[in-house]
């Protein structure tokens, strides 16, 4: 009999409804006394869920944790790192002005090594100026933070996933590795100036001079950096479904600018960078372009692999 009466109750709630009546139930729940029951029912609305993205706060010295599921996206201010197990963000990860976010972790370093870090991300990532994304991880490019055998060039690696854009303005660096982008990726500016003096998260964290690099990526949309001042920029072995244009970035390392052993479905185009596009000491291939290339990476442009005094090779060739 007591659960008859409670249906009663929620059927003639449900038929207010349907008349356009709106029965405003305080946020503590509503008490219904029904004859006969004991207690009398309570009501507590489910309500909405929340709107508003996390905060993920932390500094160098005592990072926050990114870990867990995220419906509502993520906001980065100050240092965080994602080396407790899968972060999963629904919507967007905004890296506020001067703040980090490190997902270079390979093992769930909150339990003791057992299990695996990664971040995946339905959205978009942006970052602010002075902001720092560092993403993924693999062995002998760039190994893993947490790899134990890091020094000797390391066994781990991770996968992490961003389904939209990676979009930074004026950012300190950005360190993508071995990751899927769903969207373009995109640097306009930023860096750590003309200059191979560490700073910022470079100086504290990764003991190295600032510099922003893209390796063995997935990237469905385009590629664009513009701008940049900082000491090096690599982007090397990605897939890339659009274009690639590199323009007006100038680095303070000579042997900085390789932009190489890329398949681009696209256009490339490369023009007023200082250095320009070059083979370095990478001993790496020419990239392979489906669509033109341009500039300082046409295919009529040679360079000495490896500089300053290898045996000249073409920067791209026809895909």
């Known amino acids: 009999m007591r659960a008859l009466k ?77 080396n407790g197990g899968i972060a999963q963000v629904d919507g967007n990860v905004s890296i506020e002005p001067g703040s980090t976010l490190n997902a270079s972790f390979a093992l769930n370093d909150q339990n003791h090594g057992v299990g695996t870090s990664a971040l995946y991300v339905t959205g978009n990532i942006y970052i602010d100026g002075g902001g720092t994304l560092i993403l993924g991880c693999e062995p002998n490019h760039s190994p893993c933070t947490d790899d134990p055998a890091a020094a000797s060039g390391g066994t781990l ?22 990751s899927i982008i ?41 590629v664009t950096i513009a701008g940049l001042r900082t000491c090096w920029n690599g982007a090397l072995r990605n897939y890339v479904g659009g274009d690639f244009t590199s323009t007006d970035n100038v680095f303070a390392d000579p042997d900085a ?49 490896p500089a300053p005094n290898g045996p000249l090779m073409p920067i791209a060739v026809p895909g």
């Open 6 to 82: 409670l249906v009663r109750v929620v059927l003639g709630l449900g038929l207010l409804a349907a008349f356009g009546l709106v029965l405003a139930v305080p946020a503590g729940g509503v008490t219904i006394p029904i004859p006969g029951s004991s207690p009398p029912v309570v009501f507590t609305p489910l309500g909405p869920p929340p709107t508003q993205p996390a905060v993920c706060t932390g500094t160098d010295a005592a990072p926050g944790q990114l870990a867990g599921m995220y419906p509502n996206g993520v906001v980065i201010w100050g240092t965080c790192w994602v």
């Open 257 to 305: 600018n390789e932009v190489l052993s890329n398949v681009i479905q696209g256009d490339l185009a490369c023009a007023g960078n200082s250095p320009v596009v070059e083979y370095g000491d990478s001993h790496a291939s020419p990239d392979k372009v489906f669509g033109s290339a341009s500039g300082e990476c046409s295919f009529s442009t040679y360079q000495p692999n």
């Open 157 to 178: 690696s991770t996968l992490d996933i961003v389904s939209g854009d990676v979009v930074a303005s004026d950012p300190l660096g950005v360190i993508i590795h071995h």
């Open 182 to 222: 769903g969207g373009n990726v995109t640097q306009l500016g930023g860096g750590g100036g003309v200059s191979c003096v560490p700073t910022g998260v470079f100086a504290a964290e990764l003991h190295s001079p600032v510099f922003s690099d893209l390796e063995d990526n997935w990237i469905v949309g385009d």
